[in-house]
């Protein structure tokens, strides 16, 4: 594919191509049938959905931005090279190292870590464990890290990491051993540091790849360092984690959802009443961000009907308890026999309901599934589940989809709030707890002193309600991080809405998503200059 802008010289002909240039791609993606749309590699999908909100942003800067002693060709030509800075993948690493297994067998392990964009740093993303990783896919996940990051106003640029095997089928001494070694490469070649590049746990790690990464680092190239525990993010509490990390993704969910449902303007669209109530959802992969967007989800009173996983799909038009859920799968390993819903093969993501939340892996919904869905939102926890001939079909059959960029940035946020919380060396709440809980305690004091020198003679105790008094004690952590990143998900619902006002973009909530990040970066970008240009 072509790249977002063309190189343009001073004759009026190129000046022309240059302004046309935006168009040229999606004349491209016009002519493309939907099948062949959902054949594109992730990472031409992304950029597809980049391109057209760049289209936007750049008119709108070209047309808006008024810089002394520049005139519009100029301005234009300063405004499309800030875009071709911003589109490409910065760095990209590919490694091939050997690791001894159980029986003796020396085995090549194959990794990669993209970086796409040091507009902030340090780059931040995910580490996956999975047999389909791909260059292009990392590539991918890595330039959606960026526009994420820059959607909710987290001071990161975006990164991707990913290891090419199946961890099932490596004992837990291997898979310390690719672990560690795959730190080493990493810290070799600068793609690793607190200032750096800090990944965090993805698709097959979790809390014990990220605490032996920190161990490898620490205890070699970082043993000086006294950041060293801030390069990664996602590690146990006893690591350096943060209370709240695990769940951090399915909740930024629920919170993306519970703006929107919310919202009459946009329910009166898709032709559903504001609130939870009565809503019924189905959600695809029941991993840590399908089980806890579940959870989350049926807290505020909506009904899982539906759950869809490798080993089975469940049905329940009652409902599906996710506690009892995720209990029966810790004890199973599965979902299938799970004694509170039936087992089915019907394909549920085109099933009937109010809320479809597809957790699982990308490109799930495409043109071929996308005109039989009859959610009315789709709320994409996982990273690219939408094809980009899938979004328009749901776009002209009144779908409301919260795009992933916006709607799984939970992580990503409570991740720079433990990052935040390693570079302080101190927990969140630890030196304000007593002095808030004795605050208030004076204050209902001091309400009773003053009544009762009104009323002499009576005795006219205070008494909090039961609410108050679990507040009384002061912001824990676990408070502060829920409290965050609730208001980081309001705030950016905000900024979305705005867009889709400015820009008349109706129900694409996608777009409008690209379109803040984009115009944020570009920002950056524009007051930063270019170094040794």
Not at 428 to 443: A, C, P, Q
């Amino acid at each position: 594919m072509s790249s977002l802008l063309r190189c343009w010289g001073r004759s009026q002909r190129q000046l022309l191509a240059s302004r046309r240039h935006f168009a040229v791609s999606s004349r491209k993606l016009a002519a493309m049938t939907p099948e062949e749309e959902d054949n594109l590699g992730f990472s031409d999908m992304v950029m597809n959905f980049v391109h057209s909100a760049a289209d936007r942003v750049s008119e709108r800067v070209i047309t808006s931005e008024k810089t002394p002693r520049e005139n519009e060709e100029q301005r234009r030509s300063r405004v499309e090279g800030m875009f071709k800075i911003i589109l490409p993948c910065n760095h990209f690493l590919e490694v091939n190292f050997p690791v001894r297994r159980d029986n003796g067998q020396i085995e090549i392990i194959q990794g990669y870590r993209a970086q796409h964009s040091q507009h902030r740093t340090p780059t931040k993303g995910g580490m996956r464990y999975d047999i389909h990783v791909s260059a292009d896919e990392v590539r991918a996940l890595a330039s959606l890290m960026t526009y994420k990051c820059a959607m909710v106003d987290v001071p990161f640029g975006g990164a991707k990491a990913g290891i090419k095997i199946d961890p099932s089928k490596y004992s837990p001494a291997e898979l310390e051993k690719i672990t560690r070694r795959f730190t080493v490469e990493l810290t070799k070649k600068g793609f690793l540091g607190a200032g750096i590049d800090v990944p965090a746990p993805d698709m097959g790690t979790g809390e014990r790849e990220m605490s032996w990464m920190v161990d490898t680092y620490s205890m070699s190239f970082g043993h000086g360092d006294l950041a060293a525990h801030a390069v990664t993010t996602g590690k146990p509490i006893t690591q350096g984690g943060i209370h709240g990390r695990v769940s951090a993704t399915g909740r930024g969910l629920f919170h993306s959802v519970e703006q929107f449902i919310n919202d009459a303007s946009f329910m009166q669209q898709v032709d559903l009443a504001p609130g939870f109530k009565d809503k019924t959802f189905i959600v695809q992969g029941f991993g840590n961000v399908g089980l806890h967007s579940s959870r989350y989800l049926h807290r505020a009173g909506a009904k899982c009907i539906g759950v869809i996983e490798r080993d089975g799909s469940l049905f329940n038009p009652a409902g599906i308890d996710p506690k009892e859920l995720e209990d029966y799968k810790l004890e199973t390993g599965g979902i299938r026999g799970f004694p509170g819903a039936d087992e089915t093969t019907e394909d549920l993501l085109i099933a009937e309901c109010d809320i479809l939340v597809p957790c699982a892996n990308e490109k799930q919904i495409t043109s071929v599934n996308a005109p039989l869905i009859k959610a009315k939102i789709i709320a994409e926890g996982a990273n690219g589940p939408t094809t980009t001939a899938a979004h328009r079909i749901l776009l002209d059959r009144k779908r409301l989809i919260v795009p992933d960029l916006y709607a799984n940035a939970g992580g990503v946020t409570v991740s720079y709030f433990e990052w935040l919380k390693n570079l302080n060396h101190v927990s969140f709440g630890r030196l304000t707890f007593k002095y808030e809980h004795d605050s208030n305690v004076h204050l209902f004091n001091s309400v009773q002193t003053a009544l009762e020198n009104n009323f002499p003679g009576q005795k006219m105790p205070i008494y909090p309600t039961a609410e108050y008094q679990k507040r009384m004690a002061g912001a824990s952590e676990k408070d502060i991080v829920h409290s965050g990143l609730a208001y980081t998900m309001e705030r950016s619902a905000r900024q979305i809405i705005n867009a889709v006002r400015i820009y008349d973009l109706g129900l694409d909530l996608r777009q409008a998503a690209y379109i803040c990040s984009l115009e944020k970066i570009y920002t950056v970008y524009r007051d930063a200059g270019l170094t040794f240009a």
